[in-house]
């Protein structure tokens, strides 16, 4: 039997992921489509990743992966700041777009919504709670500020109302902005 | 010719809209099951409405009237406070099911996008908005406040960020707490 892939083939799998999702969207793709775009075999695809929501949940975690983990700048306003200039505008722009339809395709698919809250939420969410402990750590805010626990609702606002009130694209002019507006005033820092 | 419709039966055209938008959903309901469940003709909804999704927003908009304009309490604390209670617990959690459908809904039909937008979205932005130029004419916070164009981005965090991250419809405590945690800290009150 094949092991496993290597790095560069998943890679590739990924990328022939994404580039349908954006063509034919969730409900649109098809493990047969994969299989014949990357010229490899449906019983790979499945031996690999078990399912299709799987699979496009991983591929979207190697299209953005939790890079929040790798930011330690020795202030919350950097850290903030480091972390909202992750992205780049362009691919957040097409991002943008690629997340909306699968907003939209996870209201009708229980396991697409199952793997992308573990394959994508969660692991931002602990690479942003880790920020938020370090902040407490250093004295930066007290660990019983009330709005510690409401940072992944602001943030969410941000992302959600950007696309919503202004029908634009979150960019990291926006985002930083509005962390230097918002979350960090009410996190009185 | 039929003149307008009294405000009853308008009432009543309105909730048998909703009854059918909870039961079928809007790609389900039919200007067709509105005439029969209704016993009305489908040349008065089209003459009175224009379309289904002006219907709709109208029938959306008349369950959660903008309420925010009558709202003065004398400072910015007591008109989020009381704007947070306007909703009734039961009733928010069954019209957050409904919203939830329509923003899926509102993906696929830009003209329902654009009814909701007009019919809902922007008379309570309007509110909002008169709620905070008072704060600024009383003094209670400054005008060019960076927080101030964020407010609604803060709201839908509030709303989008419980349903999303929490899987839960936003209730009064909720919303009071966020307003107190978030909103009125970011604008410094």
Redesign the interface.
């Known amino acids: 039997m094949a092991g496993r892939l290597t790095p560069e083939r998943e890679a590739e799998l990924y990328e022939a992921v994404l580039d349908l999702l954006r063509e034919v969207g969730y409900d649109g793709l098809t493990m047969d489509a994969v299989a014949t775009r990357t010229r490899s075999s449906k019983a790979t695809l499945y031996r690999q990743w078990g399912s299709k929501p799987e699979l496009v949940a991983r591929a979207l975690r190697h299209n953005k992966p939790a890079q929040l983990d790798q930011i330690d700048t020795g202030s919350l306003r950097g850290d903030f700041h480091a972390a909202m200039a992750l992205g780049d505008d362009c691919k957040m722009e097409e991002d943008s777009a690629l997340m ?1 339809g699968l907003m ?1 395709a996870v ?1 009708d698919n229980p396991d697409l919504h199952k793997a992308m809250r573990e394959l994508l ?1 969660e692991p931002e ?1 602990n690479g942003l709670n880790r920020i938020l402990r370090r902040a407490v750590d250093r004295g930066e805010i007290s660990a019983d500020l ?2 510690l ?2 940072v ?7 992302f ?3 696309q ?2 202004e029908d634009k694209a979150p960019d990291r002019a926006f985002l930083t ?2 962390v ?4 960090l ?2 996190l ?1 820092v």
Do not use: N, S
Request: hydrophobic fraction near 45%.
């Open positions: 909306r939209h209201h939420v969410m009330p709005a626990k409401y992944t609702h602001m943030l969410v606002g941000a959600a109302g950007r919503f009130i902005d509005y230097d507006a918002v979350v005033p009410a009185g």
